[in-house]
């Protein structure tokens, strides 16, 4: 059993630092359940609330905590590992999956090159030629637990029904027939660290300002048109990279 031991050479914080874990992994302090408070961890063993502290800030740091203010500290719930050697750009496409009306959508919109000056510099679009997007929006989850906010911006020029086509729950290859020239060949990603703003707080769950891992990928066709503009952000405090690399 995991104790606070006041006469070892490890520093009391981080003795309370695994003792929480030890907690957390053997399920006595469940995922999303709140933890005792900083003066409940004081009196049952004996020791400052500078080193309770410092012991939660660091787990809130690491992750393996979160605060809700006026509510106390909870426990994180694990995170969902993504291998990148597996992920691709198509990964999140409406035009690749089998079933897009499948996805877990929350909003299908129209968005003008007007509105979004970068959606048509993304697509090639010259300034006085402004062009028309869906910008079809979905999260995924795991268990019931938000992870990631997805859109997916598909021109109307080449998709002219492909609103429609989704609420009508079509397959891929319905919404694709006679479209085969424009089927998604390629893929580029750029990948970057945000911050959660109010709207996207609203769908995945958490505070604004949070920490988000942002995947933008652009798909191309074999011609080398771009067919579909990705962006999908993912919960950091929830999802781990793993990068594998062989040489």
Do not use: W
């Not at 996805?103 to 510099?121: A, C, F, H, R």
């Amino acid at each position: 059993m995991v104790d606070i031991n006041k006469y070892s050479n490890v520093p009391l914080y981080c003795q309370l630092k695994n003792l929480i874990l030890d907690k957390i992994e053997k399920g006595e302090f469940k995922a999303d359940s709140k933890i005792p408070s900083e003066q409940e961890f004081c009196e049952k063993y004996d020791i400052s609330r500078p080193t309770v502290r410092q012991a939660i800030n660091e787990l809130t740091a690491s992750g393996h905590l979160y605060k809700l203010k006026g509510k106390g500290t909870f426990v994180s719930t694990r995170k969902t590992h993504i291998h990148v050697k597996d992920y691709t750009g198509f990964t999140d496409s409406i035009l690749d999956s089998n079933n897009p009306a499948e996805k877990n959508i929350v909003s299908i919109e129209v968005v003008s090159s007007k509105q979004d000056e970068k959606l048509g510099e993304l697509f090639g679009l010259k300034p006085e030629m402004p062009g028309e997007f869906a910008a079809i929006t979905y999260i995924n989850n795991l268990g019931g637990d938000v992870f990631s906010l997805n859109t997916s911006y598909i021109p109307l020029y080449h998709f002219p029904d492909i609103c429609e086509d989704i609420r009508l729950k079509k397959p891929s290859h319905d919404i694709l027939r006679g479209k085969y020239p424009l089927i998604p060949s390629t893929s580029r990603s750029v990948l970057e660290v945000i911050y959660t703003d109010q709207k996207d707080a609203a769908y995945l769950k958490v505070q604004p300002g949070q920490p988000l891992i942002r995947v933008s990928n652009m798909l191309y066709a074999k011609n080398g048109q771009p067919v579909e503009y990705i962006v999908s952000k993912y919960r950091a405090d929830k999802c781990v990279l793993n990068f594998e690399n062989h040489k």
